[in-house]
Every structure is written in structure tokens, then in C-alpha cells.
């Protein structure tokens, strides 16, 4: 027979012998194959009150994989089981069952989702993909008879946004002694921690290459939006407020690929430039749009990270000396001020405005910007960075009743900067008054009465 393996946060699952514990974890990384080893063992010990265990995933496939695992492991461990098949557990309400049963009198059972079928069932309860049941208060209370008899409790799951009862218990295990759920433990593990405990150099075969891992997160990811991967990989529940200003489906839309004309060699009409001025450890975001009739298209965005501003400097004006230039709004608060007084100065007051971002400011820059993006007036690369960094502006009510503009901060230090850098371009557009144009008049004449005196 085969000798098991198990990562070592694998392990520490298997090995808790509390009575409740709630698993926080990413997709696909065994934590419900390491459940199904702990609950085989401890059928086989005669260790479950009531000789019974229940599992419920969000879908029955699950379970029958679920039973499919213990099965796997009775064999494995030489304990004397077998997979007895569907079962019906009640006639009236039409319940079946998938059940492995072992030679002791012990049966662990894989039912589904449904809280009413649930109930009355004494023994340990295992909750998967907790998160993505329909009605998941319904089954946490169905599962009390057995909490309260002295079984085994195990909740396990990926996030489902921050409003799942998931994500309410969660939070209360976290309170410790100040919450309603002392007596459980939290386990979390995120993708990156599995890859740093071993899970591609299991599936691989191998210690697996930086290259490799590069490419097994890739191949994960693809296709997926930053906040779908951050809550199916990373532990972080989405939002459940559609507070987010520009949605992915007016984003898509405006994408374009070779988009770019980063040396502004082929620039026919006139340019638009809008800059976010990085603080600490964000970056600055310089945005050039060019318009052609009535539409903008973005030329170039540059991100100057970690860039003295001296350097800073002379990209801009290497935009602003543009012959095409028409106008800029830069962003003058806080430690921008200076650059933007000294573009000012050096390009003129009518074509460089200093910006500060207010709370009105902000709402008329991103109001602007909203209403390009749903007319389709403007296009911008296809680019994830970009992509994520315009969906990630959301529109806060306050106590008060005021809207207020915000993002949260990225891992890279990012902080919606492409957003305000692509908002004060298209605003420099909408403000502009078109290139100012001298005209002269023939030479006055002095028509009066005076004019021979």
C-alpha cells in the first residue's frame, strides 16, 4: 500500500484534537482530503460519540468524493470498512446518504446541503465549503445538538465575500475570550503559505523552481480578477457593497491592446496629461491621453516608483514639451505641490492647473471620469495593474451622508494612483478651452471730435 504524505499544515489539522475548529483556507490545497484522514482515524479509534459522522459540502459531488477519500484511507490504514453506497436515511423527507461503514459499527456519512435533512443527525459533523451554502445560519444551527452532546465540530471552506456567516463566525473566533466562539480554533492557510510548506513540490514530484511556482500561480490565477483571487486564494473575503466606482464590466469594454505610444512619436492630435504624485510608498503615475474627434485614447502611463523627484521632474516636462501638449492637472497636495507649482511656472498658468484633492475635488474628478467610461469615450491599455487599479475606487457613504472616494492599499504599494492619474487627464480635457489663437485688427482711427486738436 501506499505510504500517506501530508504537508505539515495538513499535519496540524489532522493532529488538533479540540473539539471545534473552523478552517480559513485557499482553494484546492487538501485541507478536506487531510478531514477525511482524521475523521477515518478516528472512526477507526471508536473515538465519535454516536459511532456517526455527517459531512455536507455545498454540492453532493463533494461529499461523494468526500466518502471516496475514506474509503481510500480505510484501505490504506488496514481497517476493516466498505462503501455500503446511497442509503436512505429518511423515507418521509427523502434523505439518502452516501456511507462508508466500518467493521467496529462505526459510519461516517456524506448528506447534503439542505439545514432540514441535517437535523437530528447526532455524531461529528464536518461543514465543507461552508461558505457556499444557501443557507449556512441554518445548517451552523442544525449542527448544535451536536456541539452540545460532546462530538466533533470541523467548518472548513474558501471565503464567500465579507457579508457570509462564514466570514460572522470568523470574526467572532478572532474576538477570543471578548467573542461568542472561545472554545474554537482558527486554522488559515492562504495559497502562498501551502506553496512555502510544500504543495508544488508535491504535485510536481520535485522541489519545484521559482520559475515553476511563477507558473503553477499563473496558470491559477489566469483569468481571474485581483479581488477573485484574493478571496478564492488569499483568505480575503470580496466586498459585498457595490460601492466600486467603475465596475469590470464598464472596464473591459474601454480595453485595448497596443493602445501605447510611449515616445509620443506618432501623435497627431492634442495631448492631455494628467499626474498623481506618490506619497511614502506609493507610486507616481504619470497619464498622457490623446484626443481624436471626441474620444481619448490613452498614450502612455508611466509608474515612477521609488524615483527621486528631480527625475520625476524631467519625465514630466519630457510630456509637457510635447508640441502637441494642450493641458495638465497635476496633483498639488501635500509633497506634489512643489512639482506642480514649478510645472506651472515653467509651462504657464493657463495650461498647467496644480490640483487639490478635496472631497469635492475628488467627486467632480471622478464623477468626469465615471461618465467617459460609460459613454465609452475613452480607451485604455489592457493592462491588469491598470485594470485592477481603476476597479478599485470605491464611492463610501459617511455617517454624515457625504461620499467619499477610497482604496484600499495593494501589496505593492499601489493606491488607486492609476485611477487619479487617468481621472486628472480626462479632467484636463473636459476643462480645456482649446489652444489660445492671437488675432490682430487693422490700425485704430481716432474717430471724434477732438481729433484735429
Known amino acids: 500500500m501506499p505510504k500517506l504524505k501530508f504537508l505539515p499544515y495538513q499535519k496540524e489539522w489532522i493532529n488538533f484534537d479540540g473539539r471545534f475548529a473552523l478552517s480559513e483556507k485557499s482553494r484546492r490545497t487538501g485541507i478536506t482530503y487531510a478531514e477525511a484522514y482524521r475523521m477515518t482515524r478516528r472512526h477507526a479509534a471508536g473515538l465519535v460519540k454516536g459511532k456517526k459522522s455527517w459531512f455536507s459540502s455545498a454540492d453532493i459531488s463533494a461529499g461523494e468524493e468526500y466518502i471516496d477519500y ?19 436515511i429518511d423515507k418521509d423527507d427523502d434523505v439518502t446518504a452516501h456511507r462508508v461503514r466500518f467493521a467496529n459499527g462505526n459510519e461516517a456519512n456524506a448528506i447534503s446541503s439542505n439545514p432540514r435533512r441535517f437535523r437530528s443527525k447526532g455524531g461529528d459533523i464536518t461543514l465543507d465549503e461552508f461558505a457556499h451554502h444557501q443557507e449556512q445560519e441554518k445548517m451552523y444551527t442544525a449542527a448544535k445538538p451536536s456541539i452540545m452532546w460532546g462530538n466533533h465540530v470541523r467548518i472548513i471552506s474558501t471565503h464567500n465575500s465579507d457579508a457570509s456567516y462564514y466570514n460572522f463566525l470568523i470574526t467572532e473566533i478572532k474576538k477570543g475570550a471578548e467573542g461568542t466562539m472561545k472554545n474554537w480554533k482558527l486554522f488559515k ?9 510544500g504543495l508544488v513540490d508535491t504535485i510536481l514530484g520535485h522541489k519545484a523552481t521559482k520559475e515553476e511556482v511563477a507558473n503553477f500561480l499563473e496558470d491559477a490565477f489566469s483569468g481571474m480578477t485581483q479581488e477573485a483571487i484574493d478571496e478564492e486564494f488569499y483568505c480575503i473575503p470580496r466586498s459585498s457593497s457595490n460601492s466600486h466606482l467603475l465596475s469590470y464590466e464598464l472596464i473591459n469594454p474601454i480595453e485595448r491592446d497596443n493602445i501605447l505610444d510611449e515616445l509620443l512619436l506618432n501623435i497627431t492630435g492634442d495631448l492631455f496629461v ?4 506618490g506619497r511614502k510608498n506609493n507610486p507616481s503615475v504619470i497619464w498622457v491621453n490623446e484626443k481624436l474627434g471626441e474620444m481619448l485614447y490613452a498614450r502612455r502611463v508611466a509608474r515612477l516608483k521609488n524615483m527621486p523627484y528631480s527625475d520625476q521632474r524631467e519625465i514630466l516636462y519630457g510630456v509637457l514639451s510635447h508640441k ?10 501635500g509633497i506634489g505641490n512643489q512639482l506642480a507649482e514649478e510645472a506651472q511656472k515653467a ?20 464623477s468626469t471620469t465615471y461618465i467617459m467610461v460609460e459613454g465609452r469615450k475613452v480607451l485604455i491599455p489592457r493592462d491588469k495593474v491598470v485594470r485592477d487599479d481603476l476597479y478599485s475606487v470605491k464611492a463610501v457613504t459617511t455617517s454624515a451622508g457625504n461620499v467619499r472616494y ?14 487619479w492619474a487617468f481621472a486628472l487627464a480626462n479632467y484636463a480635457a473636459k476643462t480645456n478651452t482649446g489652444p489660445l489663437i492671437i488675432t490682430s485688427g487693422g490700425r485704430r482711427k481716432m474717430e471724434s471730435v477732438l481729433s484735429k486738436y
Request: negative net charge; aromatic residues 10%.
Open 70 to 88: 475514506v474509503e481510500y484511507f480505510s484501505k490504506v490504514l488496514n481497517i476493516g470498512a466498505k462503501y455500503v453506497g446511497e442509503v436512505v
Open 189 to 197: 492557510i492562504t495559497i502562498d503559505d501551502a506553496i512555502k510548506q
Open 274 to 277: 494628467g499626474m498623481d504624485i
Open 324 to 333: 502637441n501638449f494642450r493641458r495638465a492637472c497635476i496633483d498639488a497636495t
Open 347 to 366: 509651462y504657464g498658468a493657463l495650461r498647467v492647473e496644480p490640483v487639490m484633492f478635496t472631497s469635492k475635488v475628488k467627486e467632480d474628478l471622478a
Open 406 to 419: 477610497e482604496a484600499d492599499q495593494e501589496k505593492d504599494g499601489a493606491h488607486a494612483d492609476h485611477f
